[in-house]
């Protein structure tokens, strides 16, 4: 029995023997599960976990390790696909295997801004670049690629590197608002007939909160019973507390008597109108008649498209004065004869107008010009005596509305009440010619109006205001 043991621990040991002996060698590789195949640009490549081994096929566990041999490299620096062989050899036999690697970027740029503190864009204004810059891994500086787009309150900064990654910022705007409301009257003053209904129309507007009509605050008082300027004062506030203050005349005024009645205890102004008609001189008929106001016009005919108003305005009860057909001082000023050649010319246009040969003149420039000294010496003085002894009687001015240049409706305005004040008889030369100087007219009649002025039109029996004449 125990024999018979010994023989089949010798038979089983044979057995195992030839199996060992007809088992082949194999070469393996064994790789790590977590390889890294994917680079990004630039980065450290890591080499991959892998071994070799030369083993039995069926006794595995009876294997040796074998020294690698590695064939190609991973270049970080180039973008691309790369392949690394594998090898491993024992005696005679040997095996290999490939890997495949890939090097990409996909790192987005990174956009840097530009951001100081308190930096504030005005509410309404557009916002102005604080600036920016853009830098990417592979392409390097790359601001001027950088979309810029900027909605509501915010700017968005949009890029792509060459290679397709995207990035954006966004910026908010800081608003900030110092824009007081305005506040807008629907005409430039308010006139009230004394005992009419006071209605003064405005609103206000601010460029954040809108409409601020209802916020307005009136002070001051208008006594609609009373004869007088008023001034009220408007204040609003928009809600960033910018406020705006608006002070607002109103003028209560008596309609003038009709000339007739008049009866001037206090100053007079005769306001005169020279180098019309014109395009503007309806309008100012009709300021005129709102306050029974009559005036002088120093007519001119040359082609005289509104000549028409001389005759409307004569009707009207205002006088009608002859300033020359031509207002040509070369023509007007190079003789005494040709002088009168021209305004009775004039005289007859006027007649057929109103039907009466007018005997009040106004010399072109003034009796006191110096500019018809070019044409004809002593003619002013000739002439200032002559249209005298002809029955007729010239007016010049004392007070002037500097309305010949480049003025504005303010300065006229400014001008002719400074003048006014100074005189107790006031000529004033206006230019109906002028439509910036018609604008004035309304507000010096009430002016007068308020302050117990009396509005009359020239007459020969008017004083005068007569230039020595220069030449
Ligand atoms: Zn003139």
Redesign the pocket.
């Known amino acids: 029995m125990k024999n018979k043991i010994i023989i089949l621990a010798i038979v089983l040991f044979l057995i195992i023997l030839s199996f060992l002996i007809i088992d082949e060698n194999e070469i393996v590789f064994e790789c790590a599960e977590n390889i890294q195949y994917q680079f990004e640009y630039q980065s450290d490549f890591i080499e991959p976990d892998i071994k070799a081994f030369c083993q039995k096929k069926t006794f595995r566990f009876i294997r040796i390790e074998l020294e690698i041999e590695k064939s190609g490299e991973v270049d970080t620096s180039v973008l691309g696909k790369y392949s690394i062989v594998y090898k491993a050899k024992k005696d005679d036999q040997e095996n290999e295997i490939a890997l495949e690697f890939s090097v990409v970027d996909t790192t987005a740029p990174i956009i840097t801004l530009v951001e100081t503190e308190d930096y504030f864009t005005e509410y309404g204004s557009e916002y102005i670049e604080q600036g920016y810059s853009c830098f990417d891994n592979y392409d390097g500086e790359i601001t001027d690629k950088v979309i810029r787009e900027v909605k509501d309150d915010k700017v968005i900064y949009t890029v792509t590197d060459s290679n397709g990654n995207t990035a954006t910022k966004e910026r908010e705007i800081k608003y900030i608002d110092t824009t007081p409301p305005t506040i807008s009257f629907d005409a430039p003053f308010t006139a009230i007939e004394v005992g009419g209904d006071y209605y003064v129309g405005f609103s206000a507007y601010d460029i954040k909160d809108g409409d601020l009509t209802k916020n307005v605050i009136i002070t001051g008082e208008v006594d609609v019973m009373k004869v007088g300027i008023y001034t009220l004062s408007y204040v609003v506030s928009d809600n960033s507390g910018n406020v705006t203050s608006v002070e607002r005349n109103v003028y209560v005024y008596k309609k003038q008597a009709d000339v007739e009645h008049l009866n001037p205890t206090g100053k007079i102004v005769y306001l005169t109108f020279?180098?019309g008609p014109s395009r503007h001189t309806s309008r100012l008929l009709d300021i005129l008649d709102k306050y029974n106001v009559k005036v002088t016009f120093?007519v001119?005919g040359k082609n005289n498209a509104y000549f028409d108003y001389v005759g409307k305005a004569y009707r009207k009860g205002h006088s009608i004065g002859n300033?020359t057909y031509s207002?040509n001082y070369s023509k007007i000023y190079s003789s005494v004869s040709a002088f009168y050649t021209d305004l009775n010319y004039n005289g007859e246009l006027i007649f057929q107008q109103t039907g009466q040969y007018t005997k009040l003149i106004?010399f072109?420039?003034g009796t006191s010009n110096t500019v018809s000294k070019k044409y004809c010496k002593g003619i002013m003085s000739a002439l200032a005596n002559s249209v005298i002894s002809n029955g007729y009687k010239y007016y010049d001015w004392n007070v002037s509305s500097g309305d010949g240049g480049n003025g504005n409706t303010n300065s006229v305005y400014n001008n002719v009440i400074k003048g006014i004040k100074k005189y107790n008889v006031s000529i004033v030369l206006q230019?109906d010619s002028k439509g910036y100087s018609v604008d004035a007219v309304e507000r010096i009649i009430l002016w007068g109006l308020s302050n117990g002025y009396t509005f009359l039109p020239l007459d020969l029996s008017s004083p005068t205001c007569a230039h020595r004449p220069n030449n």
């Open positions: 020279d180098d120093f001119i300033h207002h106004r072109p420039g230019h």
